[in-house]
């Protein structure tokens, strides 16, 4: 371990939470010289001091026994440009606007690539009491459905989930037609369809 990186590293993020060495060294259980110590690179905490000192500082593990914490790109706010993130072990859903380190239940996740277009599930819209109505021919079993439908343009993001055993259906809000339309199916993953598609309303 560098234990100069990761002194400045528990010093900046130290600061970063308004704590005082006092104040952390007493939620760790430590003498305030011991984080004295630590911010002047003359010693690293104590292995069974890491997973405390991490969820102190708000900070990823891994990262701050290396001494690195490398910032995200600036987010350009472009929300079509995002990417879309499920967690493999709870099935959470997660996006981000831009180039990010995302991880959930301990795991680091990577952003969902898209499926070849040619196996996306059969889409029909309809415009129902101002509002679209969009249906897929697509299996909704526990162990194989559509779990959501995200609808994004570049300031925008509309979000459905769906829920096996129920209908392969949702309600959207009437669209602008610059935005992408994505599904998730759980077993063949996220599909993108051609934004022609939607012109069926009118």
């Known amino acids: ?71 995200n790109r600036p987010d350009a706010g472009a929300v079509h440009r995002g990417r879309l993130y499920v967690c493999p072990v709870c099935g959470n859903l997660l996006f981000s606007t831009g180039r990010a380190d995302v991880s959930c239940c301990g795991r680091t996740l990577d952003p969902l690539p898209e499926s070849p277009r040619e196996q996306a599930p059969a889409m029909t819209v309809q415009e129902m009491d101002g509002e679209l109505y969009l249906t897929w021919d697509h299996p909704m079993r526990k162990d194989h459905y559509l779990a959501f439908v995200a609808y994004l343009t570049g300031d925008l ?46």
């Open 1 to 71: 371990m560098d234990c100069e990186k990761i002194g400045k590293l528990i010093a900046s993020l130290r600061r970063e939470r308004n704590m005082t060495q006092r104040e952390l060294a007493d939620a760790l259980g430590v003498l305030p010289k011991t984080v004295s110590k630590w911010e002047c690179g003359s010693g690293c905490p104590d292995l069974a001091l890491w997973p405390a000192l991490s969820t102190l500082l708000g900070a990823d593990l891994a990262k701050m026994m290396a001494g690195e914490i490398t910032p």
């Open 157 to 202: 993001l509309v979000l459905r989930r769906l829920y096996p055993e129920q209908d392969c259906a949702v309600r959207l809000p009437q669209l602008p037609l610059r935005g992408d339309l994505y599904v998730y199916c759980t077993r063949d993953g996220l599909f993108r369809y051609p934004r022609p598609l939607l012109k069926s309303r009118q």
